[in-house]
Nanobody
């Protein structure tokens, strides 16, 4: 199982980015997918998650109303739309798959890919 996160980059405060997590066929059908972010030397922090059916989502308080998670199982992708970005959103973003439920804990996800770096300038 391989996951690949993409879409990161440099953006000014107030701008938007759309991250995408792509997986080998069938991976996402196996359960919930979560997005997390991490600063160097810090623990990985929950951002958002979506259930296997797509009907249930969960967001960290810090991103509610600004970020939106969605999934397209036909394309085997889970996207994270990020709007109204601020410098506090700067981090490496990772997607985790294979969760049995929508969880804010990294331990709930079986598969991880390499991160994509998001840098928000003030």
């Amino acid at each position: 199982v391989q996951l690949q996160a993409s879409g990161g980059g440099l953006v000014q405060a107030g701008g938007s980015l759309r991250l995408s997590c792509a997986a080998s066929e069938g991976t996402f059908s196996r359960g919930a997918v979560g997005w997390f972010r991490q600063l160097q030397g810090k623990e990985r922090e929950f951002v958002a998650a979506i259930s296997g059916s797509g009907r249930s989502t969960r967001y960290a308080d810090s991103v509610k109303g600004r970020f939106s998670i969605s999934r397209d199982d036909a394309k085997n992708t889970v996207d994270l739309q990020m709007d109204s970005l601020g410098p506090e959103d700067t981090a490496a973003y990772y997607c985790g798959a294979g969760g049995s439920y929508v969880s804010s804990s990294t331990s709930a996800y079986k598969y991880w890919g390499q991160g994509t770096l998001v840098t928000v300038s003030s």
